[in-house]
């Protein structure tokens, strides 16, 4: 599902005609699975369990949306570090709210804190708040939501509440927030639920389907009545938003897959592809020069960062390092640019992405566990396999030397 208004929030575009304005959406996958909350209903609890990393660069939001309350909750892929802290991005949003407040310090030691904004012209013109809260998810780890009431703040107040149930977990437990929605006076959010994954760089008109790491999620929802006996939800309505309509047909179905899962849904994205990540050889990682104005960039191969440094400098900081195996063959960073063999030499760079282009496809020669370990890059133009120059540049080189063995990114990211 696209929620415009709450990305154009993100993004930083305050107005349709500002979003217009900056150009043409990007496109990337989208699923969305929901089911309706009978009246008798007193509490919900929703569910979210990661079942892969795509990437601390990769712009995913799986989310939790409560129709009747006019807003969602939920959890993001991409690592964060500014003056709200490092983690993984927590989110709960209200639209027509008037006030928020923090929810658990990050004195508690559960994560690094809670924030919150109001804002008197939102997205879509009305009235919104939001409260965010940074904290490091696990790959396999279930996290239940639960948006109540906030009792000790009266009337109209409602918190979102995290807690991690994995079994054998540490049961960490916090609350993104309370946001204050003056003219909803019910003690439970009800009508439709829905949940969701959106690639958030659909915001950017140079990202394809293509570019985008590989996700997958499962999400459920659980309802109990005033006694707390459980109740029966209806069946999950499920569909798959693909703007990816204009790849080829062999590979056109592999960017969204949504599939009953026992009493949730599980939902993948980019299932062809892999986690956005390094591709790695004994001397460090390979590095793009991302490229400006429109000019082919040299590439380098230096030290690796360190999970460390990540989270001290966010996913975005070193969005040169990471790398996506797209479907096509091609090999991928944001924005649509492509690992490229340089035609008539032994350079690489980095370029626009071409469909169909020799020079910008790639073969992966050896492991085929899918952990990428051990592999050679055979370029589909001369045959010959990504390797090193000298002065630290990445080149092409005969297949049978010893600098052309790589670990590539797999299923789910790893440092």
Same mark, same amino acid.
């Given at each position: 599902?696209?929620? %415009? ?59 939790? =949306? ?18 709200? *802290? ?9 639209? *027509? ?25 939102? %997205? ?23 948006? %109540? ?6 009337? *109209? ?89 204009? =790849? ?58 360190? #999970? ?5 400098? *966010? ?18 960073? #944001? ?32 492991? /085929? ?30 297949? /049978? ?5 790589? /670990? ?8």
């Amino acid at each position: 599902m696209r929620n %415009t208004s709450y990305w154009m929030l993100f993004l930083g575009f305050t107005s349709l005609s500002q979003m217009a304005a900056a150009g043409a959406v990007g496109q990337t996958p989208g699923m969305t699975s929901g089911t309706t909350l009978p009246t008798a209903a007193h509490r919900l609890d929703m569910f979210i369990t990661p079942g892969a990393d795509p990437g601390p660069a990769s712009n995913v939001f799986w989310s939790n =949306q409560l129709d009747s309350l006019g807003g969602y909750t939920g959890m993001q892929t991409t690592e964060l570090s500014d003056a709200e *802290g490092h983690g993984r991005q927590f989110l709960f949003s209200l639209w *027509g709210a008037t006030d928020a407040r923090p929810g658990t310090p990050a004195s508690a030691g559960v994560g690094a804190g809670s924030y919150c904004t109001v804002s008197k012209t939102a %997205t879509d013109g009305d009235k919104g708040a939001q409260c965010r809260y940074r904290y490091e998810w696990q790959v396999g780890h279930t996290y239940r939501f639960r948006v %109540t009431p906030d009792e000790k703040l009266g009337k *109209g107040w409602y918190k979102s509440n995290v807690t991690d149930v994995t079994p054998d977990g540490d049961g960490a437990s916090f609350d993104i927030g309370s946001i204050y929605k003056p003219a909803f006076p019910a003690d439970i959010p009800s009508g439709d639920i829905k949940q969701w994954v959106e690639y958030f760089d659909w915001g950017n008109p140079r990202t394809t389907c293509l570019s985008v790491a590989r996700s997958d999620v499962r999400m459920s929802a659980e309802a109990f009545d005033a006694q707390g006996r459980p109740i029966y939800l209806p069946a999950y309505a499920m569909s798959g938003q693909n703007s990816c309509q204009d =790849q080829p047909m062999a590979i056109r179905p592999t960017f969204t897959r949504i599939a009953r899962d026992g009493s949730g849904v599980r939902m993948e994205g980019a299932t062809s592809q892999t986690a956005e990540g390094f591709i790695r050889s004994a001397g460090g990682c390979l590095i793009s020069s991302l490229p400006q104005g429109g000019v082919d960039q040299t590439v380098s191969i230096g030290a690796c960062p360190t #999970k460390r440094m990540v989270e001290q400098k *966010g996913g975005r900081y070193f969005s040169q390092y990471f790398w996506v195996l797209a479907a096509d063959g091609s090999i991928q960073q #944001k924005s649509s640019q492509c690992l490229t063999a340089k035609t008539g030499s032994r350079a690489i760079v980095v370029s626009a992405c071409a469909p169909g282009q020799a020079a910008q496809r790639w073969r992966v020669a050896g492991s /085929t566990d899918g952990d990428g370990q051990s592999v050679r890059l055979v370029s589909g133009l001369s045959g010959l396999c990504l390797g090193r120059e000298g002065s630290g540049l990445a080149g092409m080189s005969a297949c /049978t030397d010893k600098d052309v063995l790589w /670990t590539v990114p797999g299923k789910s990211f790893q440092y």
